[in-house]
């Protein structure tokens, strides 16, 4: 039996009407088969014409219902751009389901108006910033107390000695004994590095070292990085210290480290010590830094419990001298993170927002809880001026871990050669159709035309290097390219008001006392020093201290021995301050005067002393 498609055109011939059920079932299948040809030629069309690339922008519609893009009051992570300009309510580009992120600029290119102070001014959680210069403490420390956080600022280098404490070795003596060996090895190598690759043969001696000092000095109740400083400073023979610190020790680690450096030669203890000092024990020979580590006044426990806010205040100058200590504490609060799951009550994430992320060196702890430290609700933000700055401080492996594992990756116009081919590459390639036609010479009008499928990158290297200021390019995980408008907070409808509505003095802290200092205020030093706001140095007038003299000195004028003494007197410090010379002024009040004037007598009948003490020395030469 054989059936014909085309039966109906005989068996029903077309005068006699086109109602009979083979003619719809013949056309029907006439559709079907045509149509079924045509989807399929598309779809071979549509896969050969991919063939070189499928790079393409993201629509903000897909962005949106990827959970990137969101209205401002549905953001909870940290904000990385915006759809829309700075006077209309756009959506605003979050992280999303990636925990870490990597940003990407060059100096003056907008990271921090655009990325660090949005974020701080709105993240809901707690939140660890290295703050270089100080600016974001004086920028959004307020809007952060104002929106519930415990607000902290650590700058053990402070000029005013305004700075809260924080003791990384509290830490370790508040555990059980026999945890405490492997968590001071942990601490150990997170701060000694090697200095030169001369270094590198004795690090782990000068970690050992490190080891079973922390040990011995939590032991004697100082348990404190800048005890174990003057433990090791102390003079003499090494090897003597350290056989004698070996008896005096109950601890069998430290007892065991101590008896075996007492056995080397003395050459091999100086280079122990040697090492160990460069690594980054030397920087608490600083009286401030060791202040600033003698206690704690944040507990990282709390971090996931209450919201809180800790900045790291350094100055540009000291970033790498201070690098140990704050590499110390990034190191540290990652490691307590990761010791237990989060409880019922612990539901804030903790995002640590690295900026000038380079300058830390490379932190070890870091590079391996990157692939961790999520699912104990820890974010990372890094930020760095251009993607050589990781190959400067990490190998190749290392930098490809960053890279891999920070979902979020915004990129703004850089001039390196670096930066630009990785983004080029990372978009990747799209595929069109070219046209080329070709003439013959012999036949005026007889020309071949052909179009071929190519690939092109979507964005070259050189337009990453010419991108608009406004805009950036925005890599995330599984989703295409994006790009987007720049955030800047002091422009924003939103942000702006955000920051505009801080109110207050700043949450300073109080001045640090150091224990040599003198408290030559009678009781007025505290007060002083709560005080958030800089006081500027009192200027007394020459008539208000009769027999003083110059303010600018107190000088000895018998004989060629004199002395002149430099004075100067801060509200709020610890009596004597820089050695600058007064000028004399008209702005001191009365009322200032009356509260300093004890302070100037007690310096008065100090000096007093100085003079008779000189004027009995010559008379006894003299005789």
């Given at each position: 039996m054989t059936f014909s498609v085309?039966?109906?055109?005989?068996?029903?011939p077309p005068y006699l009407g086109y109602q009979s059920p083979a003619f719809y079932r013949g056309l029907a299948i006439i559709v079907a088969t045509s149509t079924l040809v045509l989807l399929c030629q598309l779809l071979f069309s549509m896969r050969d014409r991919e063939h070189h690339g499928t790079a393409r922008w993201a629509g903000s519609g897909e962005m949106k219902h990827a959970g990137y893009l969101r209205r401002y009051s549905h953001v909870t992570g940290p904000i990385f751009g915006k759809t829309c300009g700075p006077r209309w309510f756009g959506s605003y580009l979050?992280?999303?389901?990636?925990?870490?992120?990597?940003?990407?600029?060059?100096?003056r290119a907008g990271k921090g108006v655009g990325v660090v102070i949005p974020t701080l001014l709105t993240f809901k959680g707690s939140v660890i910033a290295l703050d270089v210069k100080g600016e974001l403490f004086e920028l959004t420390s307020r809007a952060r107390k104002s929106s519930g956080d415990a607000v902290f600022k650590f700058s053990?280098?402070?000029?005013?000695?305004?700075?809260?404490?924080?003791?990384?070795?509290?830490?370790?003596?508040?555990?059980?004994?026999?945890r405490r060996f492997t968590e001071t090895r942990r601490l150990a190598a997170n701060l000694i590095t090697a200095k030169g690759k001369g270094a590198e043969g004795f690090i782990d001696g000068a970690r050992d070292l490190f080891v079973a000092g922390i040990l011995s000095c939590i032991e004697?109740?100082?348990?404190?990085?800048?005890?174990v400083y003057d433990l090791f400073a102390q003079p003499g023979e090494k090897y003597k210290l350290f056989a004698q610190l070996a008896e005096e020790t109950q601890n069998k680690e430290a007892q065991r480290i101590f008896d075996n450096m007492a056995g080397n030669d003395t050459k091999i203890l100086t280079s122990y010590t040697s090492v160990l000092g460069d690594g980054g024990l030397n920087l608490w020979a600083d009286p401030l830094v060791k202040a600033a580590t003698s206690r704690s006044d944040f507990s990282v426990y709390d971090l996931r419990r209450k919201r809180t806010c800790i900045y790291l205040c350094v100055s540009p100058n000291d970033l790498e001298v201070i690098a140990p200590l704050m590499r110390l504490l990034f190191q540290q609060v990652v490691s307590i993170l990761q010791r237990s799951l989060p409880l019922w009550d612990e539901r804030h994430e903790v995002l640590f927002l690295l900026d000038e992320f380079k300058h830390l060196g490379k932190l070890e702890a870091v590079e391996t809880a990157i692939t961790t430290i999520a699912g104990y609700k820890g974010r990372f933000m890094f930020i760095i001026q251009s993607l050589s700055a990781l190959t400067g401080t990490y190998d190749e492996a290392g930098k490809q871990n960053f890279l891999s594992n920070t979902g979020v990756q915004v990129f703004m116009a850089t001039a390196d050669d670096e930066t630009p081919t990785y983004i080029s590459k990372a978009i990747g390639d799209y595929t069109f159709q070219a046209r080329s036609t070709s003439y013959s010479q012999a036949r005026m009008f007889d020309h071949?035309?052909?179009?071929?499928?190519?690939?092109?990158?979507?964005?070259?290297?050189?337009?990453v290097r010419l991108l608009d200021d406004n805009y950036e390019i925005v890599l995330i995980k599984g989703q295409p390219p994006l790009k987007l408008r720049k955030v800047r907070y002091y422009s924003d409808l939103i942000l702006k008001r955000i920051f505009e509505s801080?109110?207050?003095?700043?949450?300073?802290?109080?001045?640090?006392?150091l224990p040599g200092d003198t408290n030559l205020f009678d009781g007025k030093l505290g007060q002083g020093a709560a005080d958030t706001t800089?006081?500027?140095?009192?200027?007394?007038e020459e008539s208000d201290y009769g027999e003083v003299g110059t303010p600018q000195s107190r000088t000895v004028a018998d004989g060629e021995h004199s002395v002149s003494i430099p004075i100067e007197v801060r509200p709020g410090s610890n009596g004597v301050g820089d050695k600058r010379e007064y000028k004399g002024a008209d702005t001191a009040t009365s009322e200032t005067l009356a509260e300093i004037a004890p302070a100037f007598l007690a310096q008065r009948e100090l000096l007093d002393q100085i003079i008779s003490l000189q004027q009995r020395g010559r008379t006894a030469s003299s005789t």
């Open positions: 085309f039966a109906f055109l005989y068996e029903t979050s992280n999303g389901e990636q925990p870490h992120s990597l940003v990407v600029a060059p100096t053990p280098l402070d000029p005013e000695r305004r700075t809260h404490c924080y003791n990384p070795v509290l830490d370790i003596a508040a555990l059980p004994p026999e004697r109740g100082t348990p404190t990085i800048g005890a071949n035309i052909q179009i071929s499928d190519q690939g092109a990158p979507l964005l070259r290297a050189e337009q801080q109110q207050g003095s700043l949450p300073e802290p109080a001045s640090l006392m800089l006081q500027k140095p009192v200027q007394i």
